[in-house]
């Protein structure tokens, strides 16, 4: 762990030097020992291990460095939330994750905010990635919020990326399932740790931060850019032993989150959904692509040969599949459907249909989409 402000000065500056990524920065490392002992360097002794072009900028201090120190420093000595840490974390620390030095391009500097001290215990094993669309079906917002707080109960800390729709309700799934004292969700963002994007969940990251980790590998200031998101995957795969895609399109960013896992050996789990539905296109995808399609919390729990703490109970208490209900639910299916096939289907005439679809959705058993459509929602 950064303990020392020359120490944070010298990291920094080498993630700061333009054309001197994370593959050159290990060279370097590797060759002259701690970061500090790099700019000790003469031009023949660098251009030894990097490119001519690498040694130059090496020798000349970043714009914009000495004001990012002061910032960084600062920030990481600032008194916040009451029992939330603050940490950077880098390649040499015994804090680090060692799941993340096995990916192929691990990141230089990890800022870590809330109950950092938990990054120690928890291994790869223990982490499970819940991802999928921004704008979720509101039965896949409930899915992920169900198979998070199912999982997070089991003992496994969900990881996501606090994005809006499924990671949000990943995220809040699994701080309602975790026990007390244990370390509930990783949030990994593409900005840094000195903004909350999006500004929606401003409350949930600083619960979060309460009962669990937000990390990120940009500096203070990082603005949200498009570039970072799908970067960022790479480490919400890395932190977790397999990944869970709740709902995404084939154009997804969750489809390169379950890319980036395959890429590294881990385990792809998908949930499928109606055919009819543009969201369940990707996860479909990755099911006949080889992914385990999973029903239910303790089908995940099976795959990856974690104890099932929820084996006694009905399979609908831990998963999303509900048992059956007779009369218009029962008409309805589970597929997004117009009222006038939905009257076509139960006889009913339209005002009864009304009445009983508003009881149903104030219920919490219907909701209504966009359209004139009405939708069964699969109760957790």
């Known amino acids: 762990m950064i303990?020392?402000?020359?120490?944070?000065?010298?990291?920094?500056?080498?993630?700061?030097?333009?054309?001197?990524?994370?593959d050159a920065t290990r060279r370097l490392l590797a060759a002259f020992g701690l970061p500090t002992a790099v700019f000790d360097q003469s031009d023949s002794a660098l251009r030894?291990?990097?490119?001519?072009?690498?040694?130059?900028?090496?020798?000349?201090?970043?714009?914009?460095?000495?004001?990012?120190?002061?910032?960084?420093?600062?920030?990481?000595?600032?008194?916040?939330?009451?029992?939330?840490?603050?940490?950077?974390?880098t390649w040499g620390d015994s804090d680090f994750p060692p799941c993340l030095l096995d990916i192929p391009d691990p990141p230089m500097i990890l800022y870590a905010l809330g109950q950092t001290d938990g990054l120690r215990q928890r291994a790869s094993a223990s982490c499970i990635a819940v991802v999928g669309s921004r704008n979720p079906t509101p039965q896949g917002a409930q899915n992920a919020h169900a198979f998070a707080q199912a999982l997070s109960a089991a003992g496994l800390t969900v990881v996501s990326g606090l994005a809006l729709g499924i990671d949000g309700a990943a995220h809040e799934g699994a701080l309602s399932g975790a026990a007390p004292a244990t370390l509930a969700t990783i949030a990994v963002v593409g900005t840094g740790l000195d903004r909350v994007y999006p500004k929606h969940h401003l409350a949930l990251a600083h619960r979060i931060a309460q009962q669990g980790v937000i990390l990120s590998e940009y500096p203070l200031g990082t603005p949200p850019l498009n570039a970072n998101f799908p970067k960022r995957n790479r480490l919400i795969a890395g932190l977790s032993q397999a990944t869970l895609v709740v709902e995404a399109a084939l154009q997804s960013g969750s489809?390169?989150?379950?890319?980036?896992?395959?890429?590294?050996g881990k385990e792809v789990l998908a949930i499928p959904g109606s055919i009819h539905s543009t969201q369940s296109k990707g996860c479909h995808a990755l099911i006949k692509q080889g992914a385990k399609l999973v029903e239910s919390a303790q089908d995940v729990l099976e795959e990856l040969r974690l104890p099932d703490p929820f084996k006694s109970q009905p399979r609908s208490d831990t998963g999303v599949i509900p048992e059956k209900e007779p009369g218009l639910l029962a008409s309805m299916g589970f597929d997004p459907v117009h009222l006038d096939a939905l009257q076509a289907r139960c006889g009913l005439d339209t005002a009864s249909l009304q009445t009983q679809l508003l009881d149903l959705e104030l219920d919490g058993k219907v909701t209504r989409l966009p359209g004139g459509l009405f939708q069964r929602m699969a109760r957790s």
């Open 48 to 89: 030894q291990v990097v490119s001519a072009r690498q040694a130059r900028a090496l020798q000349q201090e970043p714009e914009a460095w000495h004001s990012l120190l002061n910032d960084t420093w600062a920030w990481l000595h600032a008194s916040g939330l009451p029992g939330v840490q603050r940490a950077i974390l």
């Open 3 to 22: 303990t020392s402000q020359d120490e944070l000065g010298a990291w920094l500056r080498l993630s700061l030097t333009e054309g001197v990524g994370n």
């Open 255 to 264: 489809l390169i989150t379950a890319q980036e896992a395959l890429e590294q």
